[in-house]
């Protein structure tokens, strides 16, 4: 598989780390039900057959964990960005 | 000898030397193993694999079901070799596997009389009861007489290689598709790899008398390879197997670099394994005869009308005296034409038909080969064949022939187009499977597609080409295309001939009858994944290329459904067979994976250092004096120099995190369950950080060397993950805030120093700087240099419980630093030690490692919990706050010495209540790390135990099974060694 680095280019998977689905964001943890919040957060993924958003880390190339479009069903890529928001990389 | 007198596609001016089953034969260059076999009248090559029938060679490729032999001797034995893709060397040795005592007489053979017993779904249905037979009786009585080759006893001498390999159009396949598909690419400057499982490109056109552009066939080959390898664009990979199409237009391939030599040369791998990356794909890997069922098809001298076509053209080889051919298409005809006029002896051909088609009758008179319309064989015998019998109109007729060609008809080469799981789709006008759906960027062209005409592959490998190349802006031309004229091909469906006699095999290399296909369905596993696994049909190392077409279709006949309603079972990779040795590479041994030796590691070694494997470093464990008998003695002397003097350890391999930014404070209180932020500048604190899920992840001390510039120590074996943890939350959870990381960890050498004199050494090696307990307390940091202007980081940490310093300079500076510390040290008897002595002595001192930060423990069970701060959140805090991390009987870290000093400790026991049996309810938790005190003169332990902070004096059992230990122990703090931190202070 390969993977479309936003700041690298089209890399080998294996020089990502695989972490999961991109959709669960750390609830806030001040508010009254965050005990479940954060169980829901830390154990609860949908599976789906389809398209899904994923996080990947380049730990072997620029560091940046970034979300990729995945189809589980064909392993097609739709398309890749950085995780922190920014449309590009910090190119220098 | 059975060599045609001329002809061939070998060079008679290099006879090759080679044995079989030990008789010394004689081939040439360009032959295989199967062809120079053949020319040596050997028609008999093995035995099957579960009736031990004697077989012969049946296909002239890498689908070949029978001919597997153990080449070479020694450690570079290899079992299941094809003969029929095996290039023949000079001094080459081969043996015959699956037979006892010799090839002639195999005494399992009589397992053939067993055949009933042995039938489909025999392994479910036979050998059921007693159960505990199974083990001890059947399953190796099986698996002796049901064998394929024996594997190589000793570790592999050759090496193996890797290499990537990047192109706009990988063309799979070397025949006429295929050069003139990389043709067209080429010259269009694409970058173009075409791959070619043979040792030499042209694929059929090597076996076919045919012409193009009005010459032979050849000249056209030679042509398009000259061309090809004259660009610089193009890539050809002959000898190469494209075995597997994988995600992102990446396919994995095996080039038999060295195969075919008696050794590989220095510095050449025997074989290497590419990774190639393809933006198009093209398929042109041909197709295969496939064989009729019929009563006897297995004996030796039955093979595929392309395999005698192709011995007899390509390699001048002729099988047998003389040959009838037995079919149900056209293809099979000219390949009869073919070998007659290479020299081969036709005596008939049969053909299912009742009317052949006219031009082939006419070509068949021309050359006075008697045709047989509306006959089917039905017999065969000889236990080499020595003749046929073939029913038609008129009656039965036995005619002699050592030679059985046949050919039901044309399977395509679809393997590699259903590896995304695209299933092949029936054509009833070719009787075969085509390819469906195909992974993204490939096409297909010839053959492989069911289109056999000569002429329309060299079309279609130019046209398929040149669309490819053109998607991606390359301006490709699919003309002139060289003209070939052949005559159409016409097939009659035909698998089975109903009423033959004897075993009739469906797929030779697992003993697949006919037979076993009706019970097959009698019984109900009619489905073709369910056939497949009930009778073993397409399975091993041909993986069913010359079976599963037809075995499919009688099942398709029995159920009354058409072929394509039946399908066809999915192919995944590898195509063929492909060695381990060969993906792994050059890792393999101590090569497996990458080895880090410290910045004092060549010290270390010099200084008589065993070393330890920590993750990828190599520490050094302990430094063995002469005289001393064991490590423990040595251990010991480390940790009491250590303890009364001073001693050094290096202590790079810790994973040291560099933190920078406004924010970095902030960012620390988020990631460690303590505070950071309020650290003033010139100090380290102890941090404990915890997964989301209230886990403990890692801990270790982070200094803040700046306002704004923290540098963080993880353990040695968390340092990648704390870092990309770092990074997650930076990056994922907290983009917001402004801080920059890097990992130095191999940037800086760090050495510690410790004991009672670690401040007398220290102060001989920095340059001026102040490091009295006044201005370097505790827990300070200093910068400045040392050794005369090698610039510093002095850290007053300490793992083992006494006055210590780590002193980090640049990494090239370890070892100067080792010697200068060695130096400064003398006159105090300074040691060196290792791992083992650290372990102690943290276990002395009570600190948590590796052993008690599991991966199940929470802060609170190790004793840390009081470090957690309220006043800010912080990762993990939420779920460490659950009921089960705070119920009553939670387990707790406590100290454990043994009731009887003279005992042993052993980690991993568990603890039981006295007067309880072991059992789990009985389990109160679990010792975690023991050590030998030399300070205290006896085993001490950490662990985790029920209530432990509680119950300090209690004595329990330390329960061992496993190593037979049951002994009593009493819980105790866990700091055995000053516990309220005196010694660090002074």
């Known amino acids: 598989m390969r993977l479309p680095c936003p700041y690298c280019g089209v890399r080998d998977a294996h020089e990502f780390s695989y972490l999961g689905d991109a959709a669960p964001r750390r609830p806030d943890p001040a508010a009254p039900d965050a005990a479940d919040a954060f169980h829901d957060y830390v154990y609860l993924r949908d599976n789906p057959a389809g398209a899904i958003r994923e996080l990947w880390y380049h730990g072997a190339g620029c560091r940046r964990w970034i979300v990729v479009d995945r189809d589980t069903r064909t392993h097609a890529i739709a398309g890749a960005t950085f995780a922190s928001g920014s449309a590009s990389g910090d190119a220098s | 000898m059975s060599r045609l007198s001329e002809g061939g596609l070998i060079d008679r001016s290099k006879p090759l030397a080679f044995s079989f089953d030990g008789k010394a034969m004689r081939g040439y260059a360009g032959d295989t193993l199967a062809s120079a076999l053949l020319a040596n009248d050997v028609r008999l090559v093995g035995r099957s694999f579960k009736y031990h029938r004697p077989r012969g060679i049946f296909s002239s490729g890498s689908e070949e079901p029978n001919a597997l032999v153990e080449l070479r001797d020694g450690a570079r034995r290899e079992p299941n070799s094809r003969a029929t893709v095996v290039e023949l060397y000079d001094g080459l040795s081969a043996a015959s596997q699956n037979r006892w005592p010799s090839l002639d007489f195999d005494i399992q053979s009589v397992n053939g009389l067993l055949g009933p017993l042995l039938g489909a779904g025999f392994y479910y249905k036979t050998f059921m009861w007693p159960a505990a037979l199974w083990e001890k009786l059947y399953e190796p009585l099986i698996r002796r007489a049901a064998g394929l080759g024996r594997a190589a006893e000793a570790p592999d001498p050759d090496s193996y290689d890797r290499s990537f390999a990047f192109c706009d159009l990988l063309v799979i396949g070397g025949g006429a598709a295929g050069l003139m598909a990389a043709l067209t690419a080429g010259r269009s400057g694409a970058r173009v790899i075409l791959a070619d499982e043979d040792f030499r490109f042209g694929g059929r056109i090597l076996a076919e008398r045919a012409e193009i552009d009005d010459a032979p066939s050849l000249a056209f080959v030679e042509r398009a390879v000259a061309e090809l390898a004259a660009l610089p664009n193009v890539r050809l990979l002959p000898r190469t197997t494209v075995f597997g199409a994988y995600d992102g237009g990446t396919f994995g391939a095996l080039e038999r670099v060295a195969d075919h030599l008696p050794l590989p040369p220095a510095f050449t791998p025997r074989q290497r394994y590419w990774k190639i990356v393809a933006k198009r794909s093209l398929l042109c890997a041909g197709a295969i005869d496939r064989p009729i069922v019929f009563g006897g098809n297995d004996r030796p001298g039955v093979m595929s009308a392309q395999a005698l076509r192709t011995y007899a053209v390509r390699y001048a080889a002729n099988p047998g005296k003389r040959a009838v051919v037995f079919a149900n298409n056209g293809y099979a005809w000219s390949a009869a034409f073919d070998a007659a006029e290479a020299g081969v002896d036709i005596a008939a051909i049969v053909d299912v038909r009742p009317e052949a088609p006219p031009i082939q009758l006419e070509r068949a008179k021309r050359r006075g080969v008697r045709v047989i319309q509306g006959g089917q064989v039905v017999a065969t015998s000889g236990r080499l064949l020595s003749s046929v019998t073939v029913r038609s109109a008129t009656g039965e007729e036995k005619i002699a022939a050592e030679v059985l060609a046949i050919s039901g008809g044309s399977s395509p080469n679809v393997g590699l187009t259903s590896h995304f799981g695209g299933k092949p789709v029936y054509r009833a006008d070719i009787a075969g499977f085509v390819p469906g759906a195909c992974p993204p960027g490939m096409r297909v062209a010839g053959a492989a597609r069911g289109d056999y005409s000569l002429a329309r592959c060299l079309a279609a490998g130019a046209a398929e080409a040149a669309e490819a190349v053109s998607e991606l802006g390359f301006s490709a031309y699919a003309t002139p295309v060289p003209q070939a004229r052949d005559n159409a091909i016409t097939v009659t469906p035909f698998w089975h001939v109903p009423g033959s006699r004897g075993p009739a095999f469906v797929d030779l290399q697992n003993d697949v009858t006919a037979k076993d296909i009706t019970i097959a369905h009698t019984e109900g596993f009619r489905a073709v994944e369910l056939l497949k696994r009930y009778t073993t049909l397409g399975m091993a190392t041909d993986q069913g290329r010359t079976s599963n077409v037809t075995g499919l279709a009688m099942m398709a006949v029995l159920t009354g459904q058409d072929v394509g309603a039946t399908g066809t079972t999915l192919f995944r990779p590898p195509y063929t067979p492909v060695a381990l040795g060969a993906i792994a590479g050059h890792h393999r041994g101590k090569d497996f994976r990458a080895t880090r030796p410290t910045p004092t590691h060549d010290w270390a070694r010099a200084q008589g250092a065993v070393f330890v494997e920590a993750g990828l470093w190599l520490r050094a464990q302990y430094f063995p004096r002469p005289g001393e008998t064991d490590w423990l003695e040595t251990v010991n002397r480390e940790v009491t120099a250590t303890r009364t003097g001073v001693g050094l350890i290096d202590v790079s391999t810790f994973g040291k995190i560099d933190i920078q930014g406004p924010d970095a404070g902030a960012f620390l209180d988020r990631v460690y369950i303590n505070t950071f932020s309020t650290l003033p500048v010139g100090r380290a604190r102890y941090g404990v950080m915890l997964r989301e899920d209230g886990i403990v992840m890692d801990d270790g001390t982070t200094s803040r060397l700046g306002e704004r510039h923290y540098l963080m120590t993880t353990t040695t074996a968390n340092a990648a993950k704390v870092y990309q943890h770092l990074e997650f939350c930076l990056q994922v959870l907290w983009p917001e805030l402004d801080v920059q990381m890097a990992s130095v960890s191999e940037q800086w050498a760090q050495i510690s120093i410790a004991g009672p004199q670690a401040r007398a050494v220290l102060e001989q090696v920095v340059d001026g700087l102040d490091v009295s307990n006044a201005a370097l307390p505790y827990m300070g940091v200093a910068q400045g240099t040392v050794l005369s202007g090698v610039a510093a980081r002095i850290f007053r940490v300490s793992f083992s419980g006494e006055l210590g310093y780590e002193i980090a300079v640049p990494a090239r500076q370890g070892r100067r630093l080792a010697e200068a510390l060695m130096a400064a040290g003398a006159p105090f008897g300074i040691t060196p030690y290792g791992t083992e002595a650290l372990g102690v002595m943290r276990i002395e001192k009570g600190h948590v490692s590796g052993n008690e930060l599991n991966g199940q423990t929470s802060a609170r069970d190790l004793g840390l919990g009081r470090m957690a701060s309220t006043k800010k959140d912080y990762v993990g805090r939420v779920l460490s706050q659950r009921p089960a991390f705070l119920e009553e009987g939670r387990v707790s870290f406590v100290g454990f010495k043994p009731v009887n000093p003279g005992d042993r400790l052993r980690a991993g026991a568990h603890f039981l209540p006295h007067g309880r049996s072991g059992t789990t309810a009985n389990d109160e938790g679990y010792m975690t790390s023991?050590?030998?005190?030399?300070?205290?003169?006896?085993?001490?332990?950490?662990?985790?135990?029920?209530?432990?902070?509680?119950?300090?004096?209690?004595?329990?059992?330390?329960?061992?099974?496993?190593?037979?230990?049951?002994?009593?122990?009493?819980?105790?703090?866990?700091?055995?060694?000053?516990?309220?931190?005196?010694?660090?202070?002074?």
């Open chain 2, 930 to 986: 023991v050590a030998f005190s030399p300070l205290l003169g006896h085993w001490i332990g950490l662990g985790l135990i029920a209530r432990g902070t509680e119950r300090i004096g209690e004595s329990v059992r330390a329960y061992d099974p496993v190593r037979g230990g049951d002994i009593p122990v009493e819980i105790c703090h866990p700091a055995f060694v000053d516990p309220e931190g005196e010694r660090l202070r002074v």
